[in-house]
């Protein structure tokens, strides 16, 4: 069975950087696109941003775009979300999810990934933006 582990998360001051990790264990993420979504108290799990299995495709919401870079490194089985220029807005415990359906990746991507199509989720990452 697919888990995931995100890492990475921490406390940063506006305009700061921090990389995420999730690592997958039990199954290969060869064959499965990954999503990363962020989860903000009192408001409900956006998607942030998404890869295609083979890494050809990313899309991202457009609150982080040009900030936010995804990657793949599927020999360690690990999905990165590099953040720069971090704002106290993408203050949120940031999750990642794998496709529910393998080497599927959707042009309705193109702001996010979307909640329903993504699962396996891991226990999330806390990320605080504050000076």
């Known amino acids: 069975q697919l888990q995931l582990v995100e890492s990475g998360g921490g406390l940063v001051q506006p305009g700061g950087s921090l990389t995420l990790s999730c690592a997958a264990s039990?199954?290969?993420?060869?064959?499965?696109?990954i999503g990363w979504f962020r989860q903000a108290p009192g408001k409900e799990r956006e998607g942030v941003s998404c890869?295609?299995?083979?890494?050809?495709?990313?899309d991202y919401v457009d609150s982080v775009k040009g900030r936010f870079t995804i990657s793949r490194d599927n020999a360690k089985n690990t999905v990165y979300l590099q953040m720069n220029g971090l704002k106290p807005e993408d203050t949120a415990i940031y999750y990642c999810?794998?496709?529910?359906?393998?080497?599927?990746?959707?042009?309705?991507?193109?702001?996010?990934?979307?909640?329903?199509?993504?699962?396996?989720w891991g226990q999330g990452t806390q990320v605080t933006v504050s000076s």
């Open positions: 890869i295609s299995a083979s890494g050809d495709s990313t």
């Open positions: 039990g199954y290969t993420l060869d064959y499965y696109a």
């Open positions: 999810g794998a496709a529910i359906r393998p080497f599927y990746y959707s042009s309705a991507y193109a702001n996010g990934p979307l909640l329903w199509d993504f699962g396996s």
